[in-house]
Nanobody
Framework: QVELVESGGGLVQAGGSLRLSCSAS????????MGWYRQAPGKQRDLVAY??????TNYVDSVKGRFTISKDNQNTVYLQMDSLKPEDTAVYYC????????????WGQGTQVTVSS
């Protein structure tokens, strides 16, 4: 069974930190690059960062130097978020990168991150 479960969100003041976790079933994790995406109210869901199967990482400009994506060998992907800003407020999701027709079927519930000013 394919499943993505995100956790670790919460309410934090600007400048604070959170660490998100995404538990992925083996099928979706194995051999695929994995990404963190976020969706703010009224906006589309956008990529934040991704990590390839070999461990190469990439970030969108707005989070470079503040966010760090990593993974372990237990099918879990992490997003360490430091120096958080109010504009980082969104629901955060993980999924394959790039998104594929089949992986679009497996969005998890996401985890809410709220950054207060």
């Amino acid at each position: 069974q394919v499943e993505l479960v995100e956790s670790g969100g919460g309410l934090v003041q600007a400048g604070g930190s959170l660490r998100l976790s995404c538990s992925a079933s083996g099928r979706i994790f194995s051999g695929n690059a994995m990404g963190w995406y976020r969706q703010a109210p009224g906006k589309q869901r956008d990529l934040v960062a991704y990590i390839t199967a070999s461990g190469r990482t990439n970030y969108v400009d707005s989070v470079k130097g503040r966010f760090t994506i990593s993974k372990d060998n237990q099918n879990t992907v992490y997003l360490q978020m430091d120096s958080l800003k109010p504009e980082d407020t969104a629901v955060y999701y993980c999924n394959t990168y790039p998104l594929r027709n089949w992986s679009l079927l497996y969005w998890g519930q996401g985890t809410q991150v709220t950054v207060s000013s």
